[in-house]
Structures are given as structure tokens and as C-alpha cells.
């Protein structure tokens, strides 16, 4: 492993940082409205960055083509973020400033993403707002009809736009209604269900994709201009996540094979909220939004006896009194108390669990509880005082307190009680950290662009803003900040160049024939594969070496450990698959798993690989030996204050991938150590 | 630990378009009361992979399996997303059914979602509808008004989020005996015009949308309100009359 921090050109501009985006926007050359129309751009994803990338571009006259795996955009996994969206627009007068955003958006990431990107960021994100009221989004409103905002963890203002626990539904529909609109123009073509195989590249720069139509089997090579990736996280590594069942690595695997340059591929986020491993007949685990730690507090037994009759049942949760519970978040930091970021809540719950405290019944005996009990009666309490209702009983107090509840979190606790057959309202919720979302991405300078010319990559598929940990509500800022305000003026730059160029790019290049025998090879290789078990067999191990050894916390013998096994695996995987089906023949789930799974087993090692180089601990990676006496982590800024972008060598394997590195430099903030206390 | 369940399966495959479609018999033994339809539909099809008898696993749509992208649907014993309510088949648990329960297992049924394969269907209708009209044609670049600007009364509002939570699963269709799409074009009707940005385009708007959705071949309503019975949102009927109302007015206003 050479290291050297030569390749790489952010293209981060000069001058102070609240004027670099102005002075960069005023020095991007402009392509033309009549030539705006010759140009072709593909778009892979159709999620918030690539919904709104595509509504954006095709206004401004380009054509698109837009691609998806679903049958509709409608159903990218963007649809099912909850919480909310973050913007800095100080409407609640709480003195929150585009520099609060940026600043705890840094802080948050442990500072480890790029200054300039953040704080472009925090700049666009009151536009998007504004923008998405235009387009008809239904976020909550006042009494007096303004926009309402709540509190997101990591932060001290209340600076989170939504709608009830369905805001990335309402962003995703708005974005499906404006591209709707140009599709109906003509000017995007849109290609659902149909899957991005490969990156086409000639002469140096990115020139297509192939791309396998699901219905019919096609493979079908397309061409254009330039690029797009907005293909979303690889999260789905570690089989259980709270992820939708697609989401996947492969085309930014597939970009980074053809060359583009991997960024802090171990930076997972794993988030403290979501509903506990059941059995191993589990598909996914859900989410429960980190908005209702606003209202839980979350607590395990102080004895361990408690805890083990917590397990078994002969205990309930009610018997427990509130001088034998411990409401460990709030001991540790008095200040952030429950809301402290999630890398912070996840770790402390695992703690609790590691000695023992753990109250859920299921094999690894994992789980917290988060409870509304005190929020419900303080709530009844101050209803009843509204209401003028003099003594109200104890169950009059409490029908009034989960009222108030469920106007806030309804949705959420039907869709816990669907789940668990249990009432959140009568006894506390049960929950444990899962995989959330991915910071690392394939690596992109200011413009966007990866390290292929011609190929761009937006939304959770890049890695430059969220550093080594993501607070919460600002994946759909920067998703819808790359989409509609970003992207459209940098890749004009490029574009304005192959104008004069632009001859039509034919399909039959020799690069579209090796790109699409690759492809096609690749699938006959799984289909006649003569091995006996299922896709969801290899998946389902390396998710658990992954969770085990790459999950949320990590140590060397144990990352080294696991590089051999997942090396094992992947051989085992490509002597023993058994994919059904024929070539060319219509619909497969079962094949598309394979070529997904395949890819996570080479991203597998990445990670793996990238974690084991990182000696400290930052953010949401946690590496054992670099901790502080309190078990809080500890960074190491004077020897890992970079990005580590990963380059594949053609016909190398992955172990003999070559780290770069990007310096964080900052000068708009001061880097400090992050506390929470 | 719960009893565990065992079933008897029958569930349409067809291999495609064209071809004829039949009810094939499947047994899942040892399932959790606690795992979902889908979940016990991924172990059957884990069976269907190791027994290698059979050319392909069963195909159904999904993807987030927490009833939000609307892509599960299934017609499961004679009620699309199957018994219980307010819910989409991904949400629903074993716990529901009876061990040893024989489970009818079909893809909606209209003739404007054509079946891809086995429980899969074609929806890509719904999408037609909503680019014949259903948005607010507003630039996505450039600058608009700040969000306050545009102050929303908090009834209208609700109202608005209400119709705007559909999901798009064609479960109102598959539930209906006319086939109409009504509750679905109503939903996304009313959220825009309600508000206030959404009220210039309102009369082009519901006419282009009923329009394009007669001509897609959905049937019209009889006010039977199955949709609303099985729409796992639970939008009311009553913005179908909200809708009616709209298309009368874009004639005489
Ligand atoms: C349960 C949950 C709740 C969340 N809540 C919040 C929240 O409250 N606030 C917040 O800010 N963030 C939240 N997030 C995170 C946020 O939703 C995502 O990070 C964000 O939506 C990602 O958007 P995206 O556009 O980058 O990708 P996605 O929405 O994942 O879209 C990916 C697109 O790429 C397509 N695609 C992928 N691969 C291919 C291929 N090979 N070929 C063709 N198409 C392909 C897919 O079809 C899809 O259209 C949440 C996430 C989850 C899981
Ligand atoms: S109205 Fe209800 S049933 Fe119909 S598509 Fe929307 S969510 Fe589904
Ligand atoms: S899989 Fe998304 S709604 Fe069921």
C-alpha cells in the first residue's frame, strides 16, 4: 500500500469561505440554450439527487435519459426518510445562521468532510425550502400558516423542516412531479426498471452506461454526453439495514472498477433508533425516526437481575421504579442528554448490552428501551391545565398526554405497534442501532465530478459532506442542494467544452463491445454456475462478518480477521451460487441479487480495509484501541486528517488497491475535540 | 419462543404477458408469527432455489418493506394487501393467519396494470396519469419566493398532507369492481388544489388528469368505496367528491 496525495485536485476555489461559491459560480463557462438540446446526459438513480439532478437539467434544455431499477422514480429508497430536511433559516429566531449549520455540520462529522462543500451546503439549504414549497411539498405549518420546524440530535436549534414522518415521501414526490413534467415535454426519456451494469468510457472520459433492461433480459448500451451517478448508499453490505431491499453498491462499484477513485469507504452511520433483530428469518429492520427522541427517554435496567427478568417476562418495564432504571444518555451527557449525535447513542447502547443490561428477548439479547411514559404524563399535565380540568385522574392526565403523542409521532408508533404487537403507549418501545447510511462514496472535487471526467456522483453515492458521521436531516439537504442547485451549473463547465465535439457518440464503439461482453459474461458466468446455495446465503454471512468485525466498533485482529473471511466467502460464493433462470429471459430478482451481492463482497474488503488503515477513532468509526479513559473516542488529527480515496487497478485484486489521500484543511473553524457532556 | 406456523400456499404463476396463468400449490412449514408476508415468501422461494426443480423463484414487487414506496401489492385471500387494515403487504405479519391456513396468494387485477410475471404487475400507468398534469409547473432552478411568503392555513394544510400521503400501490383499483382509479387522481387533485401555489393550473390540471386516466382504461366510480376500505393510508372517498367537484367547476367557472 503506497501512499501520496499527488492525483488529487479538489478544485476546492480560493478566497474566504462564504464568497467561494458567488466566485466559483461567476468563473463557470455557460453552454448555450440552443446547444443545450443536442446534449445528452444519463442519469443513473432517481432518487432525491437524481430526481431533482434530472428536473433541473431537462429544464435548462438539456436531454435526459433517467434511469431506475423500481418500476416508477416514485419509489427510490429517498421516499422513506422520515424525520426531516434541515435548512438555516432562522424562522423560529433561535439565532440559527448559515455559519450554525456549517459549524455543526462539521462538528458533527468529526471533522473529517471538506469545509468548502459543507459550507455551500448550509448556504443552499434555505433556497431548497423555498423551492419545495413552490413545487407544492406539504410540510407542517403553524396555526398562523408559517412553516414549523422541530429538533434533529447534534444540534441546539430547531432548524428541521417536515412533514409529519413522511418527509422524504413528500421531497420525492415533488421531484417525480417536476421530472413528470419533462418527461411529458420529451425531454427526459425515462428507462425504468432497468439496472446500470457497467460505465462506458472512451478516449479518457465517460461516454455511457449499459444496462440491463429487468423485464425483457436485454442488455442495452447506451450513450451520452456525460454521467450522472446518483445511485444512493451501500449500507446494504451488512444484509440487515434499514435500507430498502435494492439499494446497492453496483454502479458505483462498477465506476470505481472502470477507475473513479473510492473516498472513506468504512464510514458507516448506524443509527440508535430502529426496531430490534428478531430471528434469522429477517429481511430489513425499521427505522423508528430519530425525532422521537425529542420526547423517548431511553433507559435499561441499573440491575442486572432487572434485566434478565426483563428478558424472560417475568418482569415488565412498568415494575421497574425510577430509582432502579438507568437512563444512561443522560448520566453520560447531561447536556445533550438523548439527543446527542448517533454515533454517541449507538455505541452507548451497545455498552450497556456488551455488560449485560440488554432487555430484549431475542439471541444476542440486544436491546434498549425508549420510553414516552414521562412525556405523556407531563404532557396530559399541561393539557389538563389548558383545558381547565381541575384534579384530573391519573388516567384522565394519561389519555390527554397520548394524545398530544400522537399528533406528533403517530405514524410511527402504528407502524412500531404493526410490527412488534406491542402499544408503545401502554409500554415503552424496544430498540437497538442498525445500519443507517454511508458517508464514504465515490471521491468528488468541488465540481462534483469523480475522477473520471464526465462522471459526476450526487447524493449519499459521494462522500464529500457528511464527514465521518451524518446528523440527521441533512442527507436530503445535500441530496436535493447536489440536484437542483449544484450540479446544473458545474457540469455546464464541462459540457461547454464538447460542444464544439459533439459529434453523436456511436454505440458501437469498441468500448461498448468489451463493456457489454463483460457484462454478459459476468451473467452467464452466475446463471451457469453449478452450485447448490442461495444468493441470500453468501449475503446474509458476509453481513454478519460485516456487523461483526466492520460494524460499530472495530479493532485489528478482528478487521484482519475479516478481510480473510470475506476473501473465503467471495471464493465460496463464485464456486457455490445457485442463480435459476435463463439468459435473456425476462424478469430474475434472484439474478439481479447475485450481481448486487458479488459487488458487496469485493466493497466488503474496501471497507474492511480502509478501517483497518484508519488508527483512531472518529465518528462513526470507532476503533477499540483509541479511546479515552471514558470509552469516548479518540481522534488522531495529526496523523488522519485526511480523506483515504482507494484507486482499483485493472485485473488487480482488491487487497492490492493503491490509498491516496486528500488533507482536510480548515480554516473557517477551528478543529477541536468533539464533546457532548 | 412463539408456535411456529405451517401453511398451504396457492399462488398464481405466469410466466409472462402473454402466457396462461394458473394457481400453483406450495407447503411453508416452521414460520414465525413475528415475519412478514414478504419474509415468508423470500424463505419459500430459498426452498424453490434449493430444491432446483423449478425454472424460477416466484416473482412479487418490493423494495423499502415499511409500507412507504408502494411497490408490494398482492391480492391475498381475496383482498389486496390481505387482511388487516391500513396496512401494504410488507407490513403484514404471519400472526395474522391461522396455522395450517390455506393462503390465496394472486396480483392485482386490471386490465390497466398488466401482469409482468408470476405477482408482479405493470403500473406504469399511474405514471402516465400524473404526467399528463399532476404537478405544479413551477422552474426547479432559478429563484423563487421564501417558504413563508406563501402562509397555509393549518386545516388546509392537513388536508393537503392527507391526500398527499398515497403511495401510488393501486391497491383502490385492485379493490374495486369498476377498476377506477379514482382514488388515486383524486388524492393528487385535491393536495394541489387545496394549496394555494397549485390553484392556477387547477382546472387544466383535473381535466388532463381525468381524461388521461379514461383513456388508460380505469373504470369509473360507483361510490362503493372499497378503495377507501382497503387503501393502506387511508385516503376517504371523500376527495373523489372534492375531485367531482373540480372537473364540474373547470367547465363553468
Ligand atoms: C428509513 C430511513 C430514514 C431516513 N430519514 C432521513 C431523514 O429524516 N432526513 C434525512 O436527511 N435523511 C434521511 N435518510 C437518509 C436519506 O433518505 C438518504 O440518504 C437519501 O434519500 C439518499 O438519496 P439518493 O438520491 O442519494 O439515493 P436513493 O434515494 O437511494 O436513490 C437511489 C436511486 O438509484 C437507483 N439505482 C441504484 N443503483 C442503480 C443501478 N445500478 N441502475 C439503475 N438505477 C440504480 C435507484 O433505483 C434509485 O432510484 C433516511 C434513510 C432511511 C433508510
Ligand atoms: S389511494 Fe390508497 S390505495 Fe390508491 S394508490 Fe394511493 S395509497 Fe394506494
Ligand atoms: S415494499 Fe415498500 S410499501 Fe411495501
Redesign the pocket.
Known amino acids: 500500500m503506497t501512499k501520496n496525495s499527488l492525483k488529487l485536485n479538489s478544485k476546492v476555489p480560493s478566497g474566504t469561505i462564504n464568497y467561494k461559491w458567488e466566485n466559483h459560480k461567476s468563473t463557470l463557462k455557460l453552454v448555450s440554450p440552443n446547444n443545450r438540446s443536442n446534449i445528452e446526459i444519463i442519469v443513473?438513480?432517481?432518487?432525491?439527487?437524481?430526481?431533482s439532478a434530472c428536473a433541473s437539467l431537462s429544464e435548462l434544455g438539456y436531454q435526459v435519459k433517467a434511469?431506475?431499477?423500481?418500476d416508477s422514480?416514485r419509489r427510490?429508497?429517498?421516499v422513506?426518510?422520515?424525520?426531516?430536511?434541515?435548512a438555516s433559516k432562522n424562522y423560529k429566531g433561535d439565532n440559527d445562521s448559515i455559519y450554525q449549520l456549517f459549524y455543526d455540520t462539521i462538528k458533527g462529522g468529526d471533522y473529517r468532510s471538506r469545509e468548502a462543500n459543507v459550507y455551500r451546503l448550509a448556504e443552499i439549504s434555505s433556497n431548497i425550502i423555498d423551492q419545495c414549497v413552490a413545487q407544492g411539498v406539504p410540510f407542517a405549518r403553524d396555526y398562523a400558516g408559517y412553516l414549523e420546524t422541530r429538533s434533529f440530535g447534534g444540534t441546539k436549534v430547531s432548524r428541521t423542516f417536515y412533514a409529519k414522518g413522511q418527509?422524504?415521501q413528500q421531497l420525492?414526490l415533488s421531484c417525480y412531479s417536476a421530472m413528470s413534467r419533462q418527461i411529458g415535454k420529451g425531454r427526459i426519456k425515462m428507462y425504468n426498471r432497468?439496472?446500470?451494469?457497467d460505465l462506458v468510457i472512451i478516449e479518457g472520459v465517460a461516454r455511457g452506461i449499459i444496462?440491463r433492461n429487468l423485464i425483457s433480459g436485454e442488455i442495452e448500451r447506451h450513450t451520452a454526453n456525460a454521467v450522472i451517478i446518483?445511485?444512493?448508499?451501500y449500507g446494504n453490505v451488512f444484509f440487515l439495514s434499514?435500507?430498502?431491499m435494492?439499494?446497492?453498491a453496483?454502479?458505483i462499484w462498477k465506476v470505481h472498477k472502470k477507475g473513479g477513485l473510492f473516498a472513506n469507504p468504512c464510514y458507516t452511520q448506524i443509527h440508535p433508533t430502529c426496531i430490534p433483530v428478531h430471528g434469522n428469518y429477517q429481511s430489513k429492520l425499521t427505522?423508528m425516526?430519530?425525532s422521537l427522541r425529542n420526547d423517548g427517554r431511553i433507559w435499561v435496567p441499573k440491575k442486572l437481575d432487572d434485566a434478565i427478568s426483563m428478558r424472560n417476562g417475568t418482569k415488565k418495564p412498568e415494575n421497574i421504579s425510577e430509582e432502579e432504571r438507568d437512563y444512561y444518555l443522560e448520566r453520560r451527557y447531561p447536556s445533550y442528554g438523548n439527543l446527542v449525535p448517533r454515533d454517541v447513542a449507538s455505541r452507548a447502547a451497545k455498552e450497556r448490552c456488551e455488560k449485560g443490561f440488554g432487555i430484549e428477548e431475542n439471541e444476542t439479547k440486544e436491546g434498549v428501551f425508549l420510553d414516552f411514559h414521562s412525556a405523556i404524563n407531563k404532557y396530559g399535565k399541561e393539557k389538563a391545565n389548558e383545558l381547565g380540568i381541575i384534579n384530573p385522574s391519573d388516567l384522565e392526565k394519561m389519555n390527554l398526554g397520548e394524545e398530544v403523542i400522537e399528533s406528533k409521532y403517530g405514524n410511527l408508533f402504528h407502524m412500531y405497534e404493526k410490527i412488534t404487537n406491542q402499544n408503545p403507549y401502554k409500554t415503552p418501545m424496544k430498540i437497538y442501532p442498525a445500519v443507517?447510511?454511508t458517508m464514504g462514496g465515490l471521491w468528488v472535487d468541488y465540481n462534483l465530478m469523480s475522477s473520471i471526467p464526465g462522471c459526476y456522483v450526487?447524493?449519499?453515492?459521494n462522500f464529500s459532506d457528511h464527514g465521518a458521521n451524518r446528523l440527521?436531516?441533512?442527507?436530503?439537504?445535500q441530496?436535493l442542494a447536489d440536484g437542483y442547485f449544484i450540479l446544473p451549473y458545474t457540469i455546464a463547465d464541462y459540457l461547454s467544452r464538447y460542444i464544439r465535439v459533439s459529434k453523436k457518440i456511436s454505440t458501437q464503439h469498441e468500448e461498448f463491445d468489451k463493456s457489454e461482453k463483460n457484462v454478459k459474461d459476468r451473467i452467464k458466468k452466475l446463471l451457469q454456475n453449478n452450485g447448490s446455495m442461495s444468493v441470500d446465503y453468501f449475503h446474509k454471512r458476509l453481513g454478519n462478518i460485516m456487523w461483526e468485525h466492520v460494524g460499530m466498533s472495530r479493532n485489528h485482529v478482528g478487521l484482519s480477521e475479516a478481510i480473510k473471511s470475506i476473501q473465503l466467502l467471495r471464493d465460496e460464493f463464485w464456486k457455490n451460487v445457485f442463480v435459476p433462470g435463463k439468459i435473456d429471459n425476462g424478469l430474475n430478482a434472484e439474478l439481479e441479487k447475485a450481481g448486487r451481492v458479488a459487488d458487496f463482497l469485493e466493497l466488503g474488503e474496501l471497507m474492511t480495509m480502509d478501517a483497518l488503515n484508519r488508527k483512531e477513532s472518529c465518528g462513526s468509526h470507532f476503533r477499540e484501541e483509541y479511546q479515552t479513559k471514558e470509552g469516548e473516542a479518540l481522534r488522531d488529527d495529526i496523523h488522519y486528517k485526511y480523506v483515504s480515496v482507494w484507486e482499483y487497478k485493472e485485473n488487480m485484486s482488491i487487497s492490492d488497491e493503491i490509498m491516496y489521500k486528500e488533507n482536510l484543511n480548515y480554516t473557517f473553524v477551528k478543529v477541536q475535540s468533539r464533546s457532548y457532556k | 419462543m412463539k408456535k411456529l406456523l405451517n401453511f398451504k400456499l396457492k399462488i398464481w404463476r405466469q410466466e409472462n404477458k402473454k402466457e396462461k396463468g394458473y394457481f400453483k400449490t406450495y407447503q411453508v412449514h416452521d414460520i414465525s408469527p413475528n415475519s412478514s408476508f414478504l419474509e415468508m415468501l423470500d424463505l419459500l422461494n430459498n426452498q424453490i432455489i434449493c430444491d432446483k426443480k423449478e425454472s424460477s423463484t416466484i416473482a412479487f414487487d418490493h423494495d423499502c418493506r415499511?409500507g412507504i414506496c408502494g411497490m408490494c401489492s398482492l391480492y391475498i385471500n381475496g383482498r389486496a394487501h390481505g387482511p388487516d387494515n391500513l396496512i401494504t403487504t410488507c407490513q403484514l405479519h404471519m400472526r395474522h393467519f391461522r396455522d395450517g391456513e390455506t393462503i390465496y396468494v394472486e396480483p392485482w387485477r386490471a386490465n390497466p396494470f398488466p401482469i409482468i410475471k408470476d405477482l408482479v404487475v405493470d403500473r406504469s400507468s399511474f405514471d402516465r396519469i400524473i404526467i399528463s398534469g399532476g404537478f405544479i409547473s413551477v422552474n426547479t432552478l432559478g429563484k423563487t419566493i421564501d417558504g413563508n411568503m406563501i402562509p397555509i392555513p393549518k386545516d388546509k394544510a392537513d388536508k393537503a398532507f392527507d391526500a398527499a400521503t398515497c403511495i401510488g400501490c393501486g391497491a383502490c383499483v385492485a379493490a374495486c369492481k369498476n377498476r377506477s382509479a379514482m382514488l388515486f387522481v383524486s388524492a393528487k387533485v385535491s393536495q394541489f388544489s387545496l394549496l394555494p401555489q397549485g390553484k392556477i393550473e387547477r382546472k387544466k390540471r383535473v381535466i388532463n388528469m381525468v381524461n388521461k386516466m379514461d383513456e388508460e382504461g380505469f373504470g369509473s366510480c360507483t361510490n362503493t368505496k372499497a378503495c377507501e376500505a382497503e387503501c393502506p393510508k387511508g385516503i376517504s372517498t371523500e376527495y373523489i367528491a372534492f375531485m367531482n367537484n373540480e372537473y364540474i367547476r373547470s367547465f363553468t367557472i
Do not use: D, R, W
Open positions: 443513473v438513480g432517481t432518487g432525491l439527487a437524481g430526481g434511469f431506475c431499477y423500481q422514480p427510490a429508497h429517498s422513506a426518510a422520515q424525520g426531516g430536511i434541515n418527509t422524504g420525492l432497468h439496472e446500470m451494469l444496462a446518483a445511485s444512493g448508499g434499514t435500507n430498502a435494492g439499494s446497492n453496483s454502479a427505522l425516526s430519530e443507517h447510511y450526487i447524493g449519499e453515492a440527521g436531516a441533512s442527507a436530503l439537504m441530496g | 415499511e
